[in-house]
């Protein structure tokens, strides 16, 4: 991918924006077709992946555009059915171009496995026990995970950690390089654990992963030029200063904190969902690292830079794969991976913090100026346009009669579309259906 930047793409139709996409990625346009046309899994794949399946359950797969990390330009395939959070990304995303765009870094890969050992009597001896068989231990864990050994990850280091009342979880870290690796973390827990107890004199309790991945962190950086946030006669000053007293707000206040991250959230899950990681894993991994101080915090800050820049900070946990998990099974989740050109994990945790701090920038851009409801309302009154029955054309018609008369309802969408047929003779349109 030689350029992100893929002008009047919200113009064109589907098939249009196939060819494009295609042409841009240098893939085959009727491989790209046949994948995303059929959702990328079929209900006997389904069956044979989780239990009780009595259908498929679709979502909207789209392409969010303009994003430029660390010098590279990249597409972000994104799986959500929430209006205005892909074109927020990539419009904030090209306004991000403008100070070079994005940059990120990640931690090494690092997974920790947590082994709990009840009954301990003596947390200091068995603390020292534990440690001074610390080799053993890891070669133990390795040779559980020779697969991921061969691959240059394993078993990395130990921690103790005493929880009190008796109570020791030891820590193991493992590099599950370019595997999200909650499989082998956890294959790495069950092994360790009997002789732990052992060395602790303890009882075995839960051996499993954590989710608050906190070794495994991304952080991605962009400081934009004044003058790229200035629009509609508002001064770039002018945004930069509310963004700034936005982000100080999500500061001071969980309340607010919570309702940043979610617009963080949007972009980072909907990115996760489109390469067929696990969203839980990253939501419950993302809220523990914003709780992490004991006080709810914003995952992504924004401040005023040295030369009047807007600069913003995003740090978190991303635990991704780009092997294994549903990405065998899923045509979509291969095509999203396909679609962002990296080459691991990391890579791809850094592009999607790219995508959560964009969403969070176009959201905070909103919010400190016009309000989200303007840009929203437009977008949710086609959404209740076609909950009406609206189809093509009928669809922005609808919409836009609608917002303009400032009444966003099943029963005005319902008379417009009415109105609409009529005047169109359309009379085959079933207006009404849900
Ligand atoms: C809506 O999905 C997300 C926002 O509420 C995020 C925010 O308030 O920062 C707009």
Redesign the pocket.
Known sequence: MTNSRLPGFYKLSVDERRRVAAEALGVDVEDLTRALSTGGMDCATADKSVENVIGMYALPFALGLNVQLNGRDYLAPMVVE?P??VAAASNAARIVRAGGGFFAETDEPIMIAQVQLDEVRDAAAATAAIVAETSTILAEANASVPGLVSRGGGARALEVRDLGDGMLVVHVLVDCRDAMGANLVNTVAEEVAPRLAHLAGGRVGLRILSNLADRRCVRVKACIPVEALAFEGRTGESVRDGIVR?SRF?EKDPY?AA??????M?GIDAVVIATGNDWRAVEAGAHAYAARTGKYEPLCTWRIGDDGSLVGELAMPLALGIVGGSIRIHGCARLGLEMTGVQSAAELAMLIGCVGMA??LA??R??ATDG?QRG?MLLHARTVAIAVGARGQQVEEVAAEIHARGEVTVEAARRALLRLVAAGGDAGLAVGGE
Request: hydrophobic share 45%; net charge positive.
């Open positions: 929430e205005s959070v936005a999500a607010r309702t940043h991250n979610k617009g963080v949007n969403s969070n959201a905070l909103a919010l989200i929203h």
